[in-house]
C-alpha cells in the first residue's frame, strides 16, 4: 500500500508545488489538508487546484469559531502581543490547523505529515512541535529543508516547469498569511527594514489618507472577558471579530511595520494588518483598568509578556501555557461591561468605560471630599512606608561624623 501524506494545505506558492514535490520524491498519496481560518479564499478553487496539481483527496474544514474561542480570545484576555507590536495573528492559527491535521492523519491512516514552511520561520516550530505533542508517532516532511530549491523565484520557475498557476509572480513576490485575526506581509521591498511598505503592499486596511473624515464610534461588550456584542447587537464570535475588521479596515485601524526577533536567533521584518483585534486588545485592556485589583493588574502584565512569547515560539500545546491560560480565566470573573472608541484615521480614543464589577470608586476618587476616604490616615501610611529610607538616611548621618 502507498504511504499517505497528509498536506497542510492553502493553494499559495510553497505548498502549491509541494503536491507534486512530494509524489515525485517519496512516491506517495498526497492528502491536501485545507483549514478555514478565516483566510477568506475561495475554498472551492483551492480543493480544484489541489486535485488539478495532484493531490489524491482533498479535506476542508471550517475552524473559524474554534480558533477564535479556544486561541484568540485567549490571547486578548491575556493581553498577549509579542515585541510591543504583534497581535500573534499566525502564531495562534497554526496550533489549531496542526491539531487539526494531525486529525486528518489519524483518520486516514496516513504515517506522515508535511508543512510548506522555510527552515529559517518560526512556522516550522509551531507546526511540528503541535506534531509531536500531538501524534509523535507520525513522521514529519519539511520540503524546504530537503529540496534543491532556494528562492521564491526558484519556486516559481518549478511552478512554472509543472504547469501550476499560482498568484506570485517575480514582480509580487510578497509572502502573506490570512486569517480572521490579521494579515501579514513579508519578502519584496520589506526585506530591507529601511524601505517603507509600499501603498500595494497593504491589502486590507485603508491608510489613514484614504480613510473618511470623520469619527466612527463603536462600543464592545464583554463577558468574563470574553466579547459578546458590538455597538448594541448580540453576535456571534465570527461575527463579532468580522464586524469589527470591516469597522477598523475603513478607519485605518490595525497596521503594524515590525523588525522582530524570530524563535531561531534571525532578525525578519513584516508588516501586519489587525483591525477587529486591534479594537478588542484596547477595548479588554481599558476595561481591566476599571475591573483588576492593582496588583493583579501589574503582575497579569508579566504573565501577558511570556504567555506572548510561549505562543511566537509555537509552545501552544505545553504544560506552562495550558497553566498560564488557567492563571488568565481566573483573572477575568469580574472583566465585565462595555467600552466605546472613537476611530479616526489610524487613532483610536477611549470614551467610555463602564462595568457592574468595576473597582472604580466616584465617591473615593473624587476631589471632593467624603466619608469613604480620611485624608489624614495617609500620614501614617507614608510614614510606615518612608521608615527604610528614615533608617538609611541616619545611618549615612552617623558615618559621616
Given at each position: 500500500m502507498r504511504e499517505k501524506v497528509v498536506l497542510a494545505y492553502s493553494g499559495g506558492l510553497d505548498t502549491s508545488i509541494i503536491i507534486p514535490w512530494l509524489k515525485e520524491n517519496y512516491d506517495c498519496d498526497v492528502i491536501a489538508y485545507v483549514a478555514d481560518v478565516g483566510?477568506?479564499?475561495?475554498?472551492?478553487?483551492?480543493?480544484?487546484?489541489?486535485?488539478?496539481?495532484?493531490?489524491?483527496?482533498?479535506?476542508?474544514?471550517?475552524?473559524?469559531?474554534?480558533?477564535?474561542?479556544?486561541?484568540?480570545?485567549?490571547?486578548?484576555?491575556?493581553?498577549a502581543v509579542y515585541e510591543h507590536k504583534y497581535l500573534l495573528g499566525t502564531s495562534l492559527a497554526r496550533p489549531i490547523i496542526a491539531k487539526y491535521q494531525v486529525a486528518a492523519a489519524v483518520r486516514a491512516g496516513a504515517t506522515a505529515v508535511a508543512h510548506g514552511c522555510t527552515g529559517k520561520g518560526n512556522d516550522q516550530v509551531r507546526f511540528e512541535h503541535a506534531y509531536q505533542a500531538?501524534?509523535?508517532?507520525?513522521?514529519?516532511?519539511?520540503?524546504?529543508?530537503?529540496?534543491?530549491?532556494?528562492?521564491?523565484?526558484?519556486?516559481?520557475?518549478?511552478?512554472?516547469?509543472?504547469?501550476?498557476?499560482?498568484?506570485q509572480s517575480r514582480e509580487k513576490i510578497h509572502s502573506r498569511d490570512r486569517n480572521l485575526l490579521?494579515?501579514?506581509?513579508?519578502?519584496?521591498?520589506?526585506?530591507?527594514?529601511?524601505?517603507?511598505?509600499?501603498?500595494?503592499?497593504?491589502?486590507?486596511?485603508?491608510?489613514?489618507?484614504?480613510?473618511?473624515?470623520?469619527?466612527?464610534?463603536?462600543?464592545?461588550?464583554?463577558?468574563?472577558?470574553?466579547?459578546f456584542a458590538v455597538n448594541g447587537a448580540i453576535l456571534d464570535p465570527v461575527a463579532i471579530v468580522e464586524v469589527l475588521n470591516e469597522i477598523g479596515a475603513?478607519?485605518?485601524?490595525?497596521?503594524?511595520?515590525?523588525?522582530?526577533?524570530?524563535?531561531?536567533?534571525?532578525?525578519?521584518?513584516?508588516?501586519?494588518?489587525?483591525?477587529?483585534?486591534?479594537?478588542?486588545?484596547?477595548?479588554?485592556?481599558?476595561?481591566?483598568?476599571l475591573?483588576?485589583?492593582?496588583?493583579?493588574?501589574?503582575?497579569?502584565?508579566?504573565?501577558?509578556?511570556?504567555?506572548?512569547?510561549?505562543?511566537?515560539?509555537?509552545?501552544?500545546?505545553?504544560?506552562?501555557?495550558?497553566?498560564?491560560?488557567?492563571?488568565?480565566?481566573?483573572?477575568?470573573?469580574?472583566?465585565?461591561?462595555?467600552v466605546t472608541l472613537e476611530l479616526y484615521k489610524g487613532n483610536i480614543e477611549v470614551t467610555g468605560r463602564k462595568s457592574p464589577t468595576?473597582?472604580?470608586?466616584?465617591?473615593?476618587?473624587?476631589?471632593?471630599?467624603?466619608?469613604?476616604?480620611?485624608?489624614?490616615?495617609?500620614?501614617?501610611?507614608?510614614?510606615?512606608l518612608g521608615l527604610p529610607a528614615r533608617s538609611r538616611a541616619l545611618v549615612h548621618a552617623e558615618s559621616l561624623k
Open positions: 483566510q477568506g479564499d475561495d475554498l472551492d478553487a483551492v480543493v480544484e487546484k489541489a486535485y488539478a496539481t495532484g493531490a489524491s483527496k482533498a479535506i476542508v474544514e471550517d475552524l473559524r469559531h474554534e480558533f477564535l474561542t479556544d486561541y484568540v480570545f485567549p490571547a486578548i484576555q491575556a493581553g500531538l501524534a509523535p508517532e507520525l513522521k514529519v516532511i519539511a520540503p524546504w529543508r530537503e529540496w534543491t530549491l532556494q528562492s521564491r523565484e526558484d519556486c516559481l520557475d518549478y511552478a512554472e516547469q509543472h504547469g501550476i498557476s499560482v498568484a490579521h494579515v501579514s506581509h513579508e519578502g519584496g521591498e520589506l526585506e530591507d527594514p529601511n524601505n517603507p511598505p509600499l501603498a500595494t503592499t497593504w491589502t486590507w486596511t485603508k491608510s489613514p489618507q484614504e480613510a473618511d473624515d470623520r469619527v466612527e464610534q463603536v462600543t464592545i461588550e464583554f463577558n468574563y472577558g470574553v466579547p475603513r478607519n485605518a485601524i490595525g497596521r503594524v511595520d515590525l523588525v522582530e526577533n524570530r524563535f531561531v536567533g534571525i532578525k525578519s521584518r513584516g508588516c501586519y494588518e489587525t483591525p477587529g483585534g486591534t479594537l478588542l486588545l484596547t477595548a479588554h485592556r481599558e476595561l481591566e483598568a475591573c483588576l485589583d492593582r496588583d493583579l493588574s501589574h503582575f497579569k502584565q508579566h504573565i501577558g509578556l511570556k504567555y506572548a512569547e510561549i505562543v511566537y515560539f509555537g509552545l501552544w500545546f505545553t504544560p506552562l501555557r495550558e497553566s498560564l491560560q488557567a492563571f488568565v480565566e481566573s483573572t477575568q470573573s469580574d472583566v465585565n461591561g462595555k468595576s473597582l472604580y470608586r466616584p465617591d473615593i476618587a473624587s476631589f471632593t471630599m467624603g466619608d469613604g476616604y480620611q485624608q489624614k490616615d495617609a500620614e501614617g501610611f507614608i510614614r510606615i
